[in-house]
Structure formats: C-alpha cells, structure tokens
C-alpha cells in the first residue's frame, strides 16, 4: 500500500489508534502534532498532511488532508520533503538528527520535541503498518 495515500491514511488511522488506546498507550501526552509530508510525488507534488490529536497519551483523532495552507495549526508541525521523511522512516536518517540539522522544520518547542521522540517512533513504526507499506 502506497504511503500517504488515502487508502494507507485510512488503514494507517486504525493501527495507529489501536496502538495508542487506553491500556495500551506508552505516554500520558497531551499535545497536537500536524506532520506535513511536502512534494509527494505520487499525490501530483501536493503536501500530505497529517494531524494527530493526543489526550493523556491515546489518539483521539488522526486527520488526513493536503496543500500546505490547508494544515491546521498545532502544538508541533513538522515539514519537510517527502524523500527526507521517506528516509527517516527507513532508518537512513534518524529523526533527531534530521530535526538538528534543520532538514525537518519543526514549530514548537524543540527541546520538548526530542524528549517525545520515543512517543514518535512508535507512531513512526506504525506507519510501517506491519510491512505493508509501500515506500
């Protein structure tokens, strides 16, 4: 399944939210976090973005949308090309030098952003949706 798509969107808000559902969850977050996905070659060049609501750690909400002015304000957005995504998400990059270095723009307090770096790893892992995604 091709990622961000809107079917992988669609799977991808199920696993997700399963994985950070009360007992389960791994974080007593509260925080808004809008990750906006830029030059996705197989969506015509548009922004994919995604909006994670989190309450006491579990995921009330996940939004899929596009075009950059689209994305809705938040706690964390984070922006940056897709192929840099692509390889944080393959392990070719780890997000926290990624974020360090300035290749993914981060608003928000960036400190507190590298603390939730656990928390984002495993909504990271989850976007692997157990193999079936489609770099």
Known sequence: MKFLTEEWGNEFSVFVKDRFSPGKTPSKLTLTLCECYNNVPHCGGDTVWFMYTLKDGV?????????????????????????????????????????????????????????????????????????????
């Open 59 to 135: 995921i009330e909400s996940v939004v899929r949308g596009t075009g950059r002015a689209n994305a809705p304000a938040a706690d964390y957005t984070s922006d940056a090309d897709y192929d840099l995504f692509v390889k944080t998400m393959t392990g070719e990059i780890s997000t926290a030098k990624a974020l360090t270095t300035g290749k993914i723009k981060l608003k928000g307090n960036l400190m507190r952003a590298l603390k939730l770096l656990d928390t984002h790893n495993i909504i990271t892992e989850c976007k692997r949706l157990g193999g079936k995604t489609e770099w």
